[in-house]
């Protein structure tokens, strides 16, 4: 049979990706976690609540209006447009995620692996969505990246409440 000594062993082997992925919320790698996705949704008196991210850009009535996300990122497969809207697409990060890393040290090391983008990088990113605006038909100096907190019913699948919780503008010229 096991030892004791194997036993702790294993505790202590199997406690580690534990730790990272339930204090820290971070995803140990490579990992083989259940299919449960990257959270889990609270559910709260028969309603949960999810964050929407939408983007906006001004029509030729100069209205803002939503933007075709799938049109716009082509090429880019549609489902990294979440994550490159929590990013601001490149122009700095939507404030309404917050850091959730809770300890100093896994906070400088998200830090050392996060690259900010050069100024040419910016200039070819700046010219690449006017460019796909314009084949959109809108304006091509400024999106506008909202995030919605959408309070929605269980039973009923309605939409109870929408509030803005972030909005930035993010102009192109």
Same mark, same amino acid.
């Given at each position: 049979?096991?030892?004791?000594?194997?036993?702790?062993?294993?505790?202590?082997?199997?406690?580690?990706?534990?730790? *990272?992925?339930?204090?820290?919320?971070?995803?140990?790698?490579?990992?083989?976690?259940?299919?449960?996705?990257?959270?889990?949704?609270?559910?709260?008196?028969?309603?949960?609540?999810?964050?929407?991210?939408?983007?906006?850009?001004?029509?030729?009535?100069?209205?803002?209006?939503?933007?075709?996300?799938? *049109?716009?990122?082509?090429?880019?497969?549609?489902?990294?447009?979440?994550?490159?809207?929590?990013?601001?697409?490149?122009?700095?990060?939507?404030?309404?995620?917050?850091?959730?890393?809770?300890?100093?040290?896994?906070?400088?090391?998200?830090?050392?692996?996060?690259?900010?983008?050069?100024?040419?990088?910016?200039?070819?990113?700046?010219?690449?969505?006017?460019?796909?605006?314009?084949?959109?038909?809108?304006?091509?100096?400024?999106?506008?990246?909202?995030?919605?907190?959408?309070?929605?019913?269980?039973?009923?699948?309605?939409? *109870?409440?929408?509030?803005?919780?972030?909005?930035?503008?993010?102009?192109?010229?």
């Amino acid at each position: 049979m096991f030892s004791l000594k194997f036993s702790i062993f294993l505790l202590i082997v199997l406690f580690i990706p534990f730790y *990272l992925r339930t204090l820290q919320q971070i995803e140990p790698y490579p990992a083989v976690l259940m299919p449960s996705g990257p959270s889990v949704i609270k559910n709260v008196n028969n309603q949960v609540n999810l964050k929407v991210k939408k983007l906006y850009a001004i029509d030729n009535t100069g209205k803002w209006k939503k933007i075709n996300l799938r *049109l716009l990122l082509y090429p880019i497969p549609p489902q990294y447009s979440e994550t490159l809207a929590s990013k601001g697409f490149g122009f700095g990060n939507d404030s309404s995620e917050g850091d959730r890393t809770k300890n100093e040290f896994f906070k400088k090391i998200k830090d050392i692996n996060t690259a900010s983008p050069s100024k040419e990088e910016l200039a070819d990113l700046r010219q690449w969505l006017k460019m796909k605006l314009a084949q959109q038909n809108f304006a091509t100096s400024a999106i506008k990246l909202v995030t919605i907190l959408q309070s929605i019913s269980i039973e009923t699948e309605v939409v *109870l409440e929408q509030k803005v919780i972030y909005e930035k503008i993010i102009t192109l010229d």
